[in-house]
């Protein structure tokens, strides 16, 4: 009997499954980092600077201490001993510099700086009495406005992030050369506000004081681990008495990738007073800390008269804090997805008055592609080319900027399968598709890219006394559906029904984990996941290799198929050992194994690892108002393997939302008189609702990579997003000839 008759479970890799804590999170019984409730619980409310620099000169609480319910004022002079170094305030995410203490000294760097908190038996007690909290300051003049800094722009200072986010190539090619003849030319500017990640849940912490300087913390994170780490360097405490537990995340999209000041208040003042302590920020307070960065781009393309993209300048001026290089991949991207000769790239900082930028929703991959997306349209008008033959013209079948081949490319068959499905030979060019009433009506197009990144990550697998799957690891996740999808590889490497799989996670005590983001949990955690799982398999086999009698002979692990709990013998398949067999064999005893997987850095340094995404997009537009609907967009991307087809098409589907928003709706507005962000609430701070995002339809190319990891998985947290933005700019110009440069396209802006 040969293997493939023998009974198989259907793969659960590949099929589509709800989440598993899906149910927990719509029937609200999962329980966030606000909801923990231990005993006399203080409630803490942030005090947040008014100034924008300078000096905390008085601090007048008499008032607020009259409250009733006010238990503690804490602040820089009032608070127990802190991290004295930079490093202890460093995270796994932290960008080259210099990290906010909170509470360090009296010096305020930003405005709406954390300076104090207040504890009471209330939340509504410690907001009130924060409110009557007074605050002098001795102010120093500030500046916060990229566009008057652009002469002080330089580098960013290099860290070890920047394996994470590479810094431009070297220019190579002649740019003025092949700019100066090239046939047809855009030069543009590309430019977008800061913005907001705006989760639903707003960040907080709940911390249980354990005794002895312990604490257990509830905290809102994309990193369990990364928590741990931060909150025991900075405050000097062991990680064995800092344990952090994050089950449920009700929204990330990059705010809990660096663990935010309200962590550190908790755990400070639960340290303090020796209670338990929650610090819970409101919507206004998740406008204080990182956010996407201003950005200003510049671009210069050319192209010879048969349409071949012969030239690329990419120039970007970024915001970051006085003290921190927040930095990330911009100018990249054009000459990896076209095979240009001639590129000048370059980007820049510029150290503002704000808190530090933080990764956001394709941080970097969005502002950049936006840039190059929208000006190969303006090009392919020049050369009056279809926008998709032009960039088909300019097809990258290696990555010209390295020379290296891609891992995988399926590009080609994102434009063409989404395409198809959107009807892109209906497209007239600008200007010229019949009206739908008062609008204009535009089709327009653009492409995706993204990196496909490995980290080393380590996990844990059990066989149970039942002979059932246990797997560990401290990863959490912010609602992709990462825990479904970690159980699925479980099941399938040990052959074992889905439900027989239980996944212990998000909790410090587990095995580390790489925060959740960069579109990188499942490669990284699923391929540890899998490790750890074909270890435990061997583990199991090498036992049923001398059960007494020698059921299985001389067989090797290539011999036999785990499936349904047992060990079938191909040879002869009535030869079955159930795993609890094994366990009785191992006196009872459950079976366990950890194992780090550790990607193959020269193996992968030979190639170009990125996913990709072509989208389609019709616009209509308000011929008077200048009101943009969005009406239908397709996006097909090509990441490698797709793991759970629900889930994957979920995270499309809100990529392809957060695109719109960058499209049409999000941004902070900064006074620059004072210094602050002005729209920090969600009335004033716009995103896409249903009337805004239309029929959008996703489509996921077959795409096989052998070298990215072991499931040849490249990731959705962020593709999903990028080639959205620019397809709505391109459909707007397709629709008015009005060239989009400033994000959002606003009511106006026509
Ligand atoms: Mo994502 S911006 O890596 O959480």
Redesign the pocket.
């Known amino acids: 009997m040969s293997q493939s008759t023998l009974p198989q479970p259907k793969p659960e890799i590949g099929r589509p499954r709800r989440r598993i804590v899906g149910e927990q999170k719509v029937t609200g019984t999962a329980t966030y980092a606000a909801e923990y409730a231990p005993e006399n619980l203080l409630h803490g409310y942030v005090v947040n600077a008014k100034i924008t620099k300078g000096r905390i000169t008085g601090i007048e609480e008499r008032a607020a201490r009259e409250v009733e319910g006010v238990v503690e004022i804490m602040h820089h002079l009032r608070r127990p001993k802190m991290g004295y170094f930079d490093m202890q305030y460093s995270d796994i995410d932290a960008p080259p510099g210099s990290p906010f203490r909170v509470f360090y000294d009296a010096n305020v760097q930003f405005n709406e700086q954390p300076i104090a908190l207040v504890l009471a038996d209330t939340f509504e007690a410690a907001r009130y009495a924060a409110s009557l909290i007074e605050v002098s300051y001795e102010e120093d003049p500030f500046d916060v406005d990229l566009h008057k800094n652009l002469d002080k722009a330089r580098k960013p200072k290099e860290g070890i992030d920047s394996i994470l986010k590479p810094m431009p190539p070297d220019d190579y090619g002649d740019f003025d050369r092949a700019f100066g003849e090239a046939a047809a030319t855009y030069e543009g500017e590309v430019y977008h506000r800061s913005q907001h990640?705006n989760p639903l849940e707003m960040h907080a912490t709940t911390t249980v004081y354990e005794g002895k300087g312990k604490v257990t913390v509830y905290d809102k994170t994309?990193g369990t681990t990364n928590s741990q780490m931060y909150v025991s360097s900075a405050l000097g405490l062991k990680m064995s008495d800092v344990r952090v537990i994050a089950p449920f995340v009700g929204g990330?999209?990059?705010?809990?990738?660096r663990p935010q000041y309200q962590v550190l208040l908790s755990v400070m003042a639960a340290l303090y007073l020796k209670r338990n302590v929650r610090v819970q920020l409101d919507r206004e307070q998740m406008y204080t800390f990182g956010h996407r960065p201003e950005t200003l781009q510049r671009v210069r393309f050319g192209a010879s008269a048969d349409g071949k993209l012969t030239a690329v300048s990419h120039e970007a001026y970024a915001e970051t804090s006085r003290f921190e290089d927040y930095h990330e991949t911009v100018v990249n991207h054009a000459g990896v997805l076209y095979p240009v000769e001639n590129v000048h790239l370059d980007y820049q900082l510029v150290p503002l008055d704000r808190f530090t930028p933080?990764?956001?929703?394709?941080?970097g991959g969005l502002t950049g592609v936006l840039a190059v997306e929208t000006a190969m349209d303006q090009l392919a008008d020049r050369l009056q080319m279809d926008p998709l033959e032009f960039r088909l013209k300019n097809y990258a079948e290696r990555d010209q900027s390295t020379g290296k081949p891609f891992s995988s490319k399926e590009l080609r068959a994102c434009y063409s399968q989404a395409a198809e499905r959107f009807g892109w030979d209906q497209r007239k060019p600008t200007g010229q598709h019949p009206r739908r009433g008062n609008r204009l009506v535009g089709h327009g197009m653009a492409s995706g890219i993204w990196d496909a990144i490995m980290l080393p990550a380590k996990a844990t697998a059990r066989l149970t006394t039942e002979g059932k799957l246990l797997i560990q690891c401290a990863l959490n996740d912010?609602g992709q559906g990462a825990y479904t999808v970690m159980s699925q590889i479980a099941a399938d490497e040990l052959g074992l029904p889905f439900e027989d799989v239980t996944f212990e996670y998000a909790d410090s005590k587990l095995d580390a984990s790489p925060?959740?983001?960069?579109?990188f949990t499942t490669g990284v955690v699923g391929s540890a996941v899998k490790a750890a799982c074909f270890a435990l398999k061997d583990k199991i086999f090498h036992l049923a290799q001398i059960l007494d009698g020698f059921p299985l002979g001389d067989a090797l692990l290539p011999d036999v198929t785990f499936t349904g709990g047992e060990i079938v013998l191909h040879a002869d398949p009535s030869v079955r050992i159930p795993f609890t067999e094994i366990i009785a064999f191992n006196k009872g005893k459950a079976l366990e194994v950890s194992k780090t997987n550790i990607p193959n850095p020269i193996k992968l340094k030979r190639y170009t690892r990125n996913s990709h995404a072509a989208s389609f997009v019709e616009v209509e537009v308000d011929a008077q108002l200048g009101v943009v609907y969005l009406t239908r967009a397709v996006t097909a991307v090509a990441a490698g393997r797709i793991m759970n087809t629900q889930t994957a098409r979920s995270q499309i589907l809100g990529g392809m939302v957060w695109g719109i928003s960058m499209a049409l709706r999000e941004e902070t507005l900064l006074d620059h008189n004072m210094g602050k962000f002005m729209n920090t609430n969600l009335a004033e701070y716009h995103v896409p609702v249903h009337a805004d995002i239309g029929e959008l339809d996703v489509i996921f190319v077959e795409e096989k990579d052998d070298i990215v990891n072991e499931l040849g998985v490249k990731g959705l947290?962020?593709i999903g997003t990028i080639s959205m933005a620019p397809a709505i700019a391109n459909a707007i110009f397709n629709a008015t000839g009005k060239v989009v440069t400033q994000f959002p396209f606003k009511l106006g802006d026509l």
């Open positions: 990640h994309q990330g999209f990059g705010s809990g990738l933080l990764d956001m929703r394709a941080p912010c925060v959740q983001g960069g579109s947290g962020e």
